[in-house]
Nanobody, 125 residues
Framework: VQLQASGGGLVQAGGSLRLSCAAS????????MGWFRQGPGKERELVAA????????YYEDRVRGRVTISRDNVKNMVYLQMNSLKPEDTAVYYC???????????????????WGQGTLVTVSS
């Protein structure tokens, strides 16, 4: 599978953005997926993850309640809806695929098989 992220941009604090990740490959629906981010001077961290079916989701504590991850296995897309954005959400956001046929916990552990290119989100105060 190959991944292409989009939707980043500049937004004011309190605003919203929706990131999209387009996946190519017939086996997309067998992958748990995740969104990670890397802020300035920081290590890459998990933001949210979703199981292959979409039935299970996971959110990092600092974004829980403000972010929603979803997927469309027909369109081969993964989304990250981000609301109430804060300056500390500024980062390059990456979509990622876990190991084929593996559960969501694989992505939560950072065991990523495929990384997409990043999309920059800048939140101004």
């Amino acid at each position: 599978v190959q991944l292409q992220a989009s939707g980043g941009g500049l937004v004011q604090a309190g605003g919203s953005l929706r990131l999209s990740c387009a996946a190519s490959g017939r086996s997309f629906s067998s992958y748990a997926m995740g969104w990670f981010r890397q802020g300035p001077g920081k290590e890459r961290e998990l933001v949210a993850a979703i199981s292959w079916s979409g039935g299970s989701t996971y959110y990092e504590d600092r974004v829980r309640g403000r972010v929603t991850i979803s997927r469309d296995n027909v369109k081969n897309m993964v989304y990250l809806q981000m609301n109430s954005l804060k300056p500390e959400d500024t980062a390059v956001y990456y979509c990622a695929a876990g190991e084929a046929n593996a559960p969501i916990v694989v992505v939560i552990r950072g065991q990523v098989e495929v990384w997409g290119q990043g999309t920059l989100v800048t939140v101004s105060s």
